[in-house]
Structure formats: structure tokens, C-alpha cells
């Protein structure tokens, strides 16, 4: 999370009481990774091709420049279905060649909730590995935009958000359709019945890892 994304968050349901849900700017959260890698915020990256003999377990491990570059041939391309190298704690390295980026699985990505951009482990990996680049670089405004990004209607994860508790109560929860799990009625349901919009404002970052 990071330092400004909490209050950013909560100064802007203060600011705009009549926003029903404020959504954080977060990675590895679809659609959100669709933008992402269109503002110049992802890097190409592959998984290792063959297991190391040593691999340095320094303070510094997470830098992606402590790794050395990918090797491997330039036409190479990711399947996004191939599963994970066999060893375990593989890595993924950086490719040196920035235009290779359109034969790495994030290239797939696509404006939706679901789907390969949702599922696909080797989406998630290089987005992640993008995320330690910039940090070490310390390059997070690669992430953030100015004016807010409004859903109309489309979902949004409710990974890191902020709502108005009586915003809740008032729509009587104890009776909410039943099949409507909390995600739709919050982000879907609910901002279409009150005419309340959910948005995200492009400064308030945070990022969502799944083991």
C-alpha cells in the first residue's frame, strides 16, 4: 500500500460524499492491469528458462537488476496456459529489449473482469515483477493518472475501498437478492439502483498479491 494511498482514498469520499464506492488504483486487479500496461507502467519479463546453481539470497533479493538479464532467443513468445517452470522459487528476469514486450503474457491483457487477464498466472508474475522494477527505480507515478476513472456500470474488484457504512444499511442488506454476492451489489447493484457512481482515482495505489 502505498504511503498516500489511505489518505488519498478516504480524502476523496470526504470531498464527495455522493461517490457510493471510492476504489483504490490497484495492481493484479482486473480491468485495472489493462491500463496499467498502456500508460508504460509494465516491463517485459520471462520466467528463468533453466534452474540456477546459485541464486543470491541478499538483503536485496527482490531487485530485479540484482538478477541479471533474460537469455534466450528473440522470437521467443509465453503461453499464457504453459504452466510454471518445475523448480520451485523460480524467477522471472527482465528482457533487455523493451519491444519484446509484445511476446510476453501481459500483451494479452484485456479491458475485463474476468478471463485470462483474471486467471492467468503468468499475467499476475510479470505484473508483480513490474512492480519491484519500479520500486527500485523508484518510478511509481509510472501508475497513477490525474482525473479519477468512473465505472459506469462496469465491476471493480472491492479489494481496497472505501464506503459509507449507513451507505450500506440504509439499502436493508438482511434482504439483498439472493445469488447477489457482496461484490455485485456493492460495485454493480447498488451505484445503478442509487445512481451513485464507483470510481477510482488514479493516485491511490496499492497492490493485490494472491499466493
Not at 479519477?148 to 434482504?175: K, Q, S, V
Request: a negative charge; aromatic letters at 14%; hydrophobic letters at 35%.
Amino acid at each position: 500500500i502505498d504511503d498516500n494511498a489511505i489518505p488519498n482514498l478516504v480524502a476523496r469520499k470526504v470531498g464527495h460524499p455522493e461517490d457510493f464506492v471510492v476504489s483504490g488504483n490497484i495492481i493484479n486487479n482486473p480491468p485495472l492491469g489493462f491500463m496499467h500496461f498502456r500508460i508504460g507502467a509494465l516491463h517485459p519479463y520471462f520466467p528463468e528458462s533453466e534452474q540456477p546453481s546459485y541464486v543470491t539470497n541478499g538483503a536485496d533479493y527482490w531487485k530485479p537488476s540484482r538478477h541479471g538479464f533474460w537469455d534466450g532467443p528473440k522470437n521467443f513468445t509465453l503461453d499464457i496456459e504453459k504452466p510454471p517452470p518445475a523448480w520451485p522459487q523460480h524467477r522471472w528476469l527482465r528482457v533487455q529489449d523493451d519491444t519484446m514486450i509484445y511476446q510476453t503474457p501481459i500483451n494479452k491483457l484485456k479491458y475485463e473482469v474476468w478471463g485470462s487477464s483474471y486467471q492467468a498466472w503468468s499475467i499476475a508474475a510479470q505484473m508483480h515483477y513490474s512492480l519491484l522494477e519500479n520500486i527500485e527505480n523508484n518510478a511509481l507515478d509510472l501508475y497513477k493518472f490525474e482525473k479519477p476513472w468512473t465505472m459506469y456500470g462496469d465491476r471493480i474488484r472491492i479489494n481496497f475501498m472505501c464506503i459509507y457504512a449507513n451507505d450500506i444499511l440504509d439499502t436493508d442488506p438482511e434482504h439483498w437478492p439472493k445469488g447477489r454476492g457482496d461484490e455485485d451489489m456493492i460495485v454493480l447493484d447498488l451505484p445503478k439502483m442509487l445512481r451513485r457512481r464507483e470510481l477510482g482515482p488514479g493516485r491511490v495505489f496499492t497492490s493485490y498479491l494472491i499466493d
